[in-house]
């Protein structure tokens, strides 16, 4: 299969994702944010690759159903969270596997339309799920305490405004429910005012929502714990992401388990862990001027990269400080 001459989809980095995943005949990949389906073609265009391509989002995973059937039996696609990447290996019947790309974040397919309720461009229900479960923003924006909500909003949407605006929307939803991206837009652009060629007001706001209604960080660390147990010796990891909180935790990842380390620090150096990770990237590759002019989303896009060793893969995982969805949701009880 050749998709030579598809109308596709091209993702951001994808021609360096292609090249530092590096897939050969014969080998196993997991597309873990399959989207539209562009690392998985690049994948497919090497002759004698196999694929499993996970989206939690229903949409995509049956807008992939053409591409299944021209893959002729090497693409897989599974509609599930992508940290549970591991156990879905399992069910596939595989074992150790050749490379595992993932492009995190929002996808340009779930922010062109409006009845996901991703974006304010164009008015919609106040959803940002990329599942079909669990709670929406309007859920949240209806629930979460005040203070939850401005915790929220300054931690995943980096919102220096986030007080003012949770009073805001407090307020605001005991006059009536706030149902839709326009509504949530207004109530935020009233208390957070930009200048001139600023982002709009209430970009950092949706951001925060958006991650904290799918979970996004806890998804990303997981995922990548979830990587380094299947991937084979010389297999690799390729991450892709695109704002700072991302980048920050696959940084983390990367640099923790590329040295020697990962148990007590009280330990002889002999009796710790030793590296599973060996980096392939120094520092984060970004987009070049060209992409960046074709696809304004790639300005802020990163990737790195790193080669599973022969190690074992590091235990524990490490403990953050943000709130999260099943605790808000229960008023703030533990």
Request: glycine share 10%.
């Amino acid at each position: 299969m050749t998709a030579n001459n598809d109308a596709r989809h091209v993702p951001v980095l994808g021609r360096e994702a292609a090249g530092f995943l590096a897939p050969q005949d014969g080998g196993i990949y997991i597309d873990a944010t399959f989207g539209a389906g562009g690392y998985s073609r690049a994948i497919l265009d090497i002759p004698g690759t196999r694929v499993i391509g996970i989206d939690r989002d229903r949409t995509a995973i049956a807008e992939g159903f053409d591409l299944v059937d021209r893959a002729e039996g090497r693409l897989t696609l599974v509609e599930d969270r992508f940290s549970n990447l591991e156990a879905i290996c399992a069910a596939q019947g595989l074992g150790k596997i050749d490379g595992v790309v993932m492009d995190i974040g929002v996808s340009s397919m779930q922010l062109d339309r409006a009845e996901r309720g991703f974006s304010f461009r164009n008015d919609g229900p106040l959803d940002m799920r990329m599942g079909s479960s669990g709670p929406s923003a309007a859920d949240v924006v209806a629930k979460a305490s005040e203070a939850d909500l401005a915790n929220v909003i300054y931690i995943f949407g980096e919102e220096r405004h986030s007080r003012a605006v949770a009073r805001a929307i407090v307020k605001a939803r005991e006059e009536t429910p706030i149902a839709t991206t326009k509504a949530l837009a207004d109530i935020v652009s009233r208390v957070v005012h930009a200048k001139p060629g600023e982002i709009h007001p209430a970009t950092r706001t949706f951001q925060g929502l958006r991650i904290f209604v799918n979970e996004e960080l806890d998804e990303l660390h997981a995922a990548l714990s979830a990587s380094e147990h299947v991937l084979k010796a010389g297999g690799r990891l390729v991450v892709v992401s695109f704002h700072s909180l991302e980048d920050r935790i696959v940084k983390n990842f990367f640099t923790g388990r590329g040295k020697r380390g990962g148990g007590s620090r009280h330990l002889p150096e002999s009796e710790q862990a030793a590296p599973s990770f060996e980096l392939l990237t120094r520092r984060p590759v970004v987009a070049g001027d060209d992409e960046i002019v074709a696809n304004p989303r790639a300005r802020s896009a990163k990737l790195r990269a790193a080669r599973r060793t022969d190690a074992p893969a590091h235990d524990g995982d490490d403990a953050f400080g943000w709130p999260t969805l099943a605790r808000v949701m229960r008023g703030g009880r533990s």
